[in-house]
């Protein structure tokens, strides 16, 4: 399934490392995740979300508060998807490739910028096929995947579409307009909302779109701590601002689109 980031050919498992052709070589870590992110791929000395928000984001998925995105989700691709392998692109700590994994009888492979993130989902879900990359230069062989998920992840479609096979399937999860309303109104004078527009993905045509709203209510102030932490809008909340909600505990309005895209 892998391919060497630096030079594209394709890399082979021997004994705790995978190496290509080439020469190069990449050791598994003690978790059992592979780094294939070399650093010219880094931006930044450590990419990808900062612990605080993975911490936050990983005690509150792990309460079951999204799970009905993740069950909506798994219902789409276990449709079209269960023979070949799936990847999830943005994978975090792992919670949606997991329960991925249990909807489906392929092999599900998870990625993510984030050392950290990927290290924590290898140790709490060591079945699964981990890896830290970047999400713009998939380390996978072409035409590899039936599937893709990608939630709320920034990607590259063209890439997207090479390791995907004809016909395959990739599925995204975006904020729809009216996602986490309540901390906008707070945070800013002027709320936008989110786009409806259907995005184009190159490589893939459009076929469905189901829309997924739920009103959120926290039950209690560290649930939507955790909530304000996991999400960019954290940074736009000042004290002040954090404290209302946290005192008000008012329903908070969850609002999501699943688009589901056919590879041409």
């Not at 890896?131 to 997207?160: D, H, W």
């Not at 599925?171 to 945070?187: C, G, I, M």
Request: glycine content about 4%; proline content about 5%.
């Amino acid at each position: 399934m892998y391919q060497c980031p630096l030079c594209q050919t394709v890399l082979s498992q021997q004994d705790h490392s995978w190496r290509c052709s080439n020469g190069h070589s990449f050791d598994i870590a003690r978790e059992g995740y592979v780094n294939l992110l070399p650093v010219q791929q880094k931006k930044s000395l450590q990419p990808g979300d900062n612990t605080e928000m993975m911490q936050a984001r990983r005690a509150f998925l792990e309460a079951g508060y999204y799970q009905p995105l993740s069950d909506a989700a798994n219902a789409l691709l276990a449709e079209h998807c269960q023979a070949s392998p799936v990847l999830d692109i943005g994978c975090g700590e792992g919670y949606y490739s997991a329960r991925l994994s249990a909807a489906l009888t392929a092999p599900v492979y998870g990625l993510d910028i984030s050392k950290t993130a990927v290290r924590y989902a290898a140790k709490r879900y060591p079945h699964l096929d981990w890896c830290v990359a970047s999400s713009y230069q998939l380390p996978f062989q072409t035409g590899k995947f039936a599937g893709l998920l990608r939630i709320y992840a920034p990607s590259n479609a063209a890439e997207m579409a090479r390791v995907t096979q004809t016909g395959g399937w990739l599925l995204t999860v975006s904020p729809a307009p009216e996602h986490l309303l309540e901390f906008k109104q707070k945070a800013y004078q002027q709320v936008r909302l989110h786009s409806a527009e259907i995005k184009t993905e190159a490589g893939f045509s459009h076929q469905q779109r189901q829309r997924l709203q739920l009103a959120w209510q926290a039950p209690d102030a560290n649930a939507m701590q955790q909530l304000i932490n996991m999400t960019p809008l954290a940074y736009k909340l000042n004290q002040t601002q954090r404290d209302c909600l946290l005192s008000e505990l008012k329903p908070v309005q969850l609002d999501f689109y699943l688009d589901l895209y056919q590879r041409l």
